[in-house]
């Protein structure tokens, strides 16, 4: 079967199954959340596990690992000076246990210009709480800094506590976790308010000094995860048989939610496409040139702990992964919106709009270096990493910024798009397979020299050292 015929046996696939849509309903429904080291997580994994056998992969597994987990108890937010009163917060995961009393200081979206606005190098913020935005709609076309980069600011600074506060309306913190997460607490407490306690925080402090009381009840118990593993195998004749091409994305969801856009959507998104594959090479009576591996990340929404995991795990053979494709809130939108972010490697971009073009089939194609999801495990092995996003979702049309209801406790079933599941499952199978099949492939493996160089060209080399994501010295 030629390429384009594989293509439309693909879309075939795709555009007659409601499967990933079904998939996701019974995740979402029976499982709850998927939080990191609890009953959920674990049988959802199982649960998916057996979904990568009924498709007829093989080679299905889990790869458990342990951790220092979090364990949320009860959290409160006293306004002791002006007023005296109570609001609604959400501790974030990793916040310490304690309580913590000081005055609060606004440094607006918490960019670095913000911190520095604010007086964070000349030690204004010392001993404060720290106020700011959470992911906005960025400036000047520029994405958000991510919530730990903003946290680390408000750590280096001296602050005693950080609070994160949800720019969308409607009273839902946004959660998300702190550094530390897996193997100790955070190092200053921290917890989100809904836009409205933002705003009312706001207000106070243009009256004057603002001073809180926090208080947050957590345990920190060993527990354990897994990545589950699952592979199509390269047709036995294929010379490259040995040589794989990974699809991956993270499994767990944060305790408020059962997260399904972030990350349910990418779980049936992957779980669609190693079915669809499974089928049209079944069909045709002959595989791709490459195994295709399916792996579903545990812990992600902690740190990344799964894909570390799995990179650290099987280093010795990751000379022979060709593309990492990792799917996070996947089919969250609308149909047809599908793009591809490519991990700072522009030889990339090319490549990803040829097969558009070649497909017939639009596909915004970025260069973005990010490090917020288990693509960056990979690249920071050098693994050459892209992300299939989704730019037109439901959220964002609703005139929602930054995650939307991700991270919340509104990312539910209901949210979810049938047709946009459909479409970016047929995108991450044609992905999959032309990656597999490729003789034209632009990249290898980079050396660590290179990936300093691509992220002190993107400006994240000074953020990741900072959080001690990137070795200071080599």
């Known amino acids: 079967?030629?390429?384009?015929?594989?293509?439309?046996?693909?879309a075939g696939e795709a555009w007659t199954s409601e499967g990933a849509y079904d998939t996701l309903r019974e995740l979402c429904d029976r499982f709850g959340h998927r939080f990191a080291g609890s009953v959920g997580e674990a049988a959802a994994a199982d649960f998916m596990a057996e979904r990568f056998r009924d498709a007829g992969l093989t080679e299905v597994h889990l790869e458990r690992f342990g951790y220092l987990?979090?364990?949320?108890?009860?959290?409160?937010?006293?306004?002791?000076?002006?007023?005296?009163?109570?609001?609604?917060g959400l501790a974030l995961p990793y916040c310490p246990a304690g309580e913590w009393v000081a005055e609060v200081r606004s440094v607006g979206d918490g960019e670095a210009d913000a911190y520095a606005a604010a007086g964070a190098a000349e030690g204004a913020l010392r001993g404060t709480i720290v106020l700011c935005a959470a992911e906005s709609a960025g400036r000047g076309g520029k994405p958000s800094s991510h919530r730990r980069d903003k946290y680390m600011r408000a750590v280096h600074a001296g602050a005693a506590g950080f609070l994160y506060v949800n720019q969308n309306p409607g009273d839902l913190p946004v959660t998300g976790g702190l550094e530390g997460g897996g193997s100790h607490p955070a190092p200053i407490p921290g917890l989100s308010l809904g836009f409205e306690t933002g705003a009312y925080l706001l207000r106070l402090l243009d009256r004057g000094p603002v001073h809180l009381r926090l208080h947050v009840d957590a345990t920190f118990p060993q527990v354990e995860s897994s990545n589950v593993v699952a592979e199509l195998p390269a047709d036995p004749s294929s010379p490259y048989r040995d040589e794989v091409v990974l699809a991956g994305g993270h499994l767990d969801s944060h305790d408020i939610a059962p997260g399904a856009l972030d990350n349910g959507a990418g779980v049936v998104v992957i779980a669609e496409a190693a079915r669809?594959?499974?089928?049209?090479?079944?069909?045709?009576?002959?595989?791709?040139?490459?195994?295709?591996?399916?792996?579903?990340?545990?812990?992600?929404?902690?740190g990344l702990l799964g894909s570390y995991e799995y990179v650290e795990r099987h280093r010795d053979a990751l000379d022979q992964i060709r593309l990492m494709l990792n799917l996070d809130t996947?089919?969250?939108?609308a149909a047809g919106s599908e793009s591809i972010i490519v991990s700072g490697i522009a030889d990339l971009v090319p490549w990803f709009k040829h097969l558009s073009a070649r497909h017939a089939y639009r596909l915004e194609v970025q260069d973005r270096f990010t490090s917020s999801s288990d693509h960056f495990s990979f690249a920071m092995a050098g693994v050459p990493s892209a992300n299939v996003g989704t730019s037109e979702t439901t959220a964002a049309a609703q005139g929602l910024v930054g995650r939307g209801w991700g991270h919340t406790v509104a990312d539910t079933f209901d949210k979810a798009n049938p047709k946009g599941l459909q479409s970016a499952s047929m995108v991450a199978a044609w992905v999959l397979a032309a990656a597999a099949d490729a003789t034209d492939w632009p990249v290898t493996r980079q050396s660590p020299a290179e990936i300093e160089a691509q992220l002190r060209a993107t400006g994240m080399l000074d953020e990741l050292v900072a959080s001690g994501r990137w070795p200071s010295k080599r």
């Open 1 to 10: 079967m030629a390429s384009m015929e594989l293509a439309r046996a693909i």
């Open 69 to 88: 987990g979090w364990v949320r108890g009860s959290d409160r937010i006293d306004v002791l000076e002006p007023v005296a009163t109570t609001v609604r």
């Open 276 to 302: 669809i594959l499974a089928e049209v090479t079944r069909a045709r009576g002959r595989g791709l040139a490459r195994t295709v591996r399916f792996v579903l990340f545990g812990a992600e929404e902690i």
């Open 330 to 333: 996947t089919g969250r939108g």
